[in-house]
């Protein structure tokens, strides 16, 4: 941590030196001295760092004084160059004459200058003391699926308790053991059975952890439920108590059918005998499997004669090897010069899987070739281990796998402390806050972006962190790491004042300085010492709300950090919903990098936007901004520009209102995002958009269709795009084609990985996706009203990379054709609301890796033939092999939904 503040602060000084040097004057000096000795001090931390566990006392205080003198000079710097260096040529609002002959700049000069000198001396006395020093991993969800060993046996046990059994009632099956043993991928991979999916057709997977919010929970598993049955989720149960809410689900639940629910990571018997009173006995042979870490628990759920209890216990000497070999030489063989030391280190793990892929992760990195590194490790593990328990072991070994990693991954990883237990994280967000905090470092021609997702995927690598969902190109969508791992974070965190967490509820005051305040709804007892401080606000960077149901509370803190710290770079206050105008006072933060208001009520932006010149990061994504102000173009290092209204997600939506722009958007030549742009008011703002070259993601609404030349002219000088998402104007249910047809340049998109186009009106006179055959990286497609012809065919040797297809409201296409060769690595492909659709797609036997086929709102003649399934009907050869098959046909009741798993139909 203290190396990666340094960096950044020597980061900050060369800029410092080579642009502003005009305004140091007589600073010059001191500034150059502090530049110097922090440079010594850099190459000293960049070992000392990977030794500061269990290192001498002498040595720890050492770099803690690094630390917060690196914070302490980075608050000087921004707090001067927020007061001086606001003019884009000089620095200054004024003349540099008037700045400098002004009696309050002369004053804020000399405050300066005497920082610095108490600076310098610290600095001076750190160096001295560095002088004399020198002379004297899971839950079971960080298993990949690739890496399961050892679980076919349980897993084929617990599906037997779960099929078999009195069909009458209701059934609990509870798998008790220690943290990291893989109790949840056990149930998880049990869940997502075929068997299990087709006996009940209504489930839901509720993570419960140590410190959830019961009500949250109930909302949670009434939509999932929801979902799972493709029944939109009532608006009421926001407003619903916890006891309204068990009777809500216990209401759905008795009409449903026959259900299956997981509540993952139970922690006490009161959660059970809570939980209870909304699980109806209806006599459809219903199940409920628990996980817990307390036997107490799992024997209090499990009272009934058919009720099952599964100890969950290590993995054998074999499946630890299988599982440490499958990680460190990816299925091959351990070298014989490495085999007693790599046993000698496996032994130590003692079967438990996330240990196991911990360690592994660390010797992965290491030289197979040098057997004294792995001796190395073995030593290291001898001292640390002896006499310890389990856990003891898992948290070293873990402690181990962090001290290992090298500083930038260490920040990043630690970083993580700022999300609640068992919380799912969005990458996407993860990696924007790492850059805007400084932890991400620059590398020449790869965007900032970029890198920080390589840093998740080098933690992901190490099985500290467990991607949970991907998009289709394989970019991690969301993460999250195993409880014992998160208390290794929390207690680094800590030790570093790195992060400080609270709930609100404040009572007096701490001297400790907060650098990045986040706020929670709720909090664990470290959390609660805490909370009843009030924070020293004056250093703060960050301020962040994750889940925060009091927006009072956020309010109020919100409040108190805008008035005491102008150093604010990172201000997160993304789904506070009552929110509904942005504070006066975030305009004057100078330095603020990220600024996120995504799901909150904001209505407007004022044009005193412009006055954030260093604003990289603007998302108010499902807020009710309709346009944005000329002054948006004074933010000249805006990288990503995320606007649009509320979506609507029903059935029958098809898109959504992006913001009006000003004209000369175009000035904003650093965006790589503009999602989504509203095109309604004509070609102007059409063409502006193909002068912005770096965009990679672009999403554009109500597109014209005297446009469309225009937009395809554009669209042709964005060789980096990655994301097309085009929506097109559709009045009283006519469409309007704009694009009418693909055009042949699209073919040099060779970076495009998704496409989406809605409303488009491709005609039938050529083939439409010919010129989308070859894109190397395409790997998604979605069409919504998008053509007008009555055929479409998937040629042979064609969309090489394609996993995802979805065609809507297509509703002139009378039948579709897969050559053999095409599409080849297709995974999902989804017809909707295609009434003329004949058949089911030609050959579509020839897609050999399609994992799902939705078919919705087809034509009468074709649902009856797929409602009336069986052995001997024509079109089961064609998709009995799928393994996941869904059909949808309205009715005068509605939509009826039907799932068709395999061959068991």
């Not at 690094?66 to 302490?72: F, G, P, S």
């Not at 053509?787 to 040629?795: P, V």
């Not at 897969?818 to 690595?825: R, S, T, Y």
Request: proline content about 3%; overall charge neutral; some cysteine.
């Amino acid at each position: 941590m203290a190396l990666t503040i340094l960096s950044s602060v020597l980061n900050q000084l060369s800029i410092l030196l080579r642009e502003e040097g005009q305004l140091l004057g007589g600073l010059r000096q001191e500034v150059e001295f502090i530049g110097d000795e922090l440079g010594h001090m850099r190459a000293f931390l960049r070992v000392a760092e990977t030794k500061e566990e269990g290192a001498d006392p002498r040595l720890q205080e050492w770099i803690k004084q690094v630390r917060e003198a690196a914070y302490d000079i980075e608050d000087v710097l921004d707090e001067f160059v927020a007061r001086f260096a606001r003019h884009p040529a000089t620095g200054f609002h004024g003349s540099v004459r008037t700045i400098f002959n002004s009696i309050k700049t002369l004053r804020a000069r000399h405050n300066v200058a005497e920082q610095l000198q108490s600076i310098k001396a610290r600095v001076k006395n750190i160096s001295e003391g560095h002088r004399r020093y020198q002379s004297d991993r899971d839950d079971a969800l960080l298993v990949e699926e690739a890496e399961l060993v050892g679980i076919d046996n349980p897993r084929q046990q617990l599906i037997s308790q779960l099929l078999e059994g009195d069909d009458s009632q209701l059934k609990v099956v509870s798998v008790v053991g220690m943290g990291g043993l893989g109790k949840t991928t056990l149930v998880k991979k049990v869940h997502e059975d075929l068997d299990v999916r087709r006996h009940f057709p209504v489930r839901a997977f509720v993570t419960v952890s140590q410190t959830c919010n019961f009500q949250e929970l109930l909302k949670d598993l009434t939509r999932q439920l929801h979902n799972e049955l493709k029944k939109p989720v009532p608006e009421s149960i926001e407003a619903m108590t916890a006891i309204q809410l068990k009777q809500f689900v216990k209401d759905f639940l008795q009409q449903a059918g026959r259900y299956a629910i997981v509540f993952d990571d139970v922690w006490d018997t009161e959660f059970w005998n809570a939980i209870r009173i909304a699980l109806p006995k209806n006599g459809y042979g219903n199940r409920v499997m628990l996980t817990t870490r307390k036997a107490d628990v799992a024997f209090a759920s499990c009272t009934q004669s058919q009720d099952y209890v599964f100890r969950m216990v290590p993995l054998s000497f074999e499946d630890s090897w299988t599982l440490f070999c499958n990680k460190i030489f990816k299925g091959n063989g351990c070298p014989a010069h490495l085999t007693d030391v790599a046993k000698g280190i496996l032994g130590k793990c003692q079967g438990l899987p996330l240990a196991i892929l911990a360690i592994s992760g660390l010797l992965a990195l290491k030289h197979l070739t040098i057997a004294e590194e792995w001796e190395m490790v073995r030593r290291s593990l001898v001292g640390e281990l002896e006499g310890s328990g389990m856990l003891d072991r898992v948290r070293k070994i873990l402690s181990l796998s962090y001290n290992d990693l090298p500083c930038h991954l260490k920040t990043c990883l630690l970083y993580l402390s700022i999300y609640p237990e068992d919380f799912e994280i969005r990458c996407h967000r993860l990696v924007q806050l790492w850059s805007a905090d400084g932890f991400v470092g620059k590398t020449e021609g790869i965007p900032m972006t970029d890198v920080g997702f390589n840093y998740l995927r080098e933690l992901v690598n190490r099985s500290l962190i467990q991607v949970t969902k991907s998009f289709y190109e394989g970019i991690p969508y969301t993460c999250r790491i195993h409880d014992l791992v998160r208390e290794v974070v929390l207690s680094k965190s800590r030790e570093q004042n790195m992060i400080t967490i609270t709930s609100g509820q404040c009572t007096r005051w701490s001297s400790e300085k907060v650098r990045r305040l986040v706020v929670h709804s709720s909090s664990n007892n470290t959390e609660q010492q805490q909370e009843s401080q009030y924070y020293c606000l004056n250093h703060l960077r960050s301020f962040i709300t994750i889940e925060c149901m009091n927006p009072l509370v956020s309010r109020a803190l919100l409040s108190k950090a805008l008035k005491s710290s102008r150093l604010l770079k990172v201000l997160d206050l993304s789904d506070e919903e009552t929110l509904e105008e942005i504070p006066n006072e975030i305009f004057n933060l100078y330095h603020l990098r990220y600024l996120n208001l995504y799901r909150t009520g904001v209505k407007a932006v004022p044009k005193f936007i412009g006055k954030l010149r260093n604003l990289e990061y603007l998302d108010l994504g499902e807020t009710q901004v309709k346009e944005l102000p000329m002054e948006i173009l004074k933010l000249q290092k805006l990288e990503h520009l995320i606007v649009y209204e509320n979506v609507d997600f029903s059935r029958e939506s098809y898109g959504f209102d992006g913001f009006k722009s000003p004209s000369k958007l175009g000035g904003l030549s650093a965006l790589q995002t503009l999602d989504t742009i509203d095109a309604s008011s004509g070609s102007v703002t059409v063409k502006e958009i193909g002068t912005l070259t770096q965009l990679k993601r672009l999403g554009i609404s109500n597109l014209r269709r005297e446009d469309g030349k225009v937009l395809c002219s554009s669209l042709a000088t964005l060789t980096s795009l990655q994301l097309l998402n085009i929506a097109s104007i559709r009045n009283d249910g006519v469409l309007h084609g704009p694009l009418e047809k693909m055009p042949k340049w699209i073919a040099h998109l060779q970076s495009l990985v998704r496409i989406y186009l809605k409303w488009s009106g491709l005609r039938d006179e050529e083939d439409p996706l010919e010129p989308l055959h070859y894109l190397p990286n395409l790997v998604t497609i979605h069409f919504c009203g998008s053509y007008q012809g009555e055929g479409l065919c998937f040629k042979a040797g064609g969309f090489l990379k394609l996993k995802d297809l979805y065609l809507q409201k297509l509703e002139k296409l009378k039948w579709l054709k897969v050559e053999e060769g095409a599409l080849p690595n297709l995974h999902e492909l989804g017809l909707d609301r295609l009434p003329l659709l004949e058949e089911l797609p030609v050959d579509i036997q020839h897609l050999g890796h399609l994992q799902k086929l939705a078919l919705l709102g087809l034509s009468y003649q074709l649902m009856e033939k797929l409602n009336n399934l069986n052995e001997d009907s024509e079109h089961y050869g064609k998709i009995a092999r799928i393994p996941e098959v869904e059909i949808a046909f309205l009715t005068n009741e509605g939509w009826k939904y039907r799932q068709l798993w395999g061959k068991k139909m």
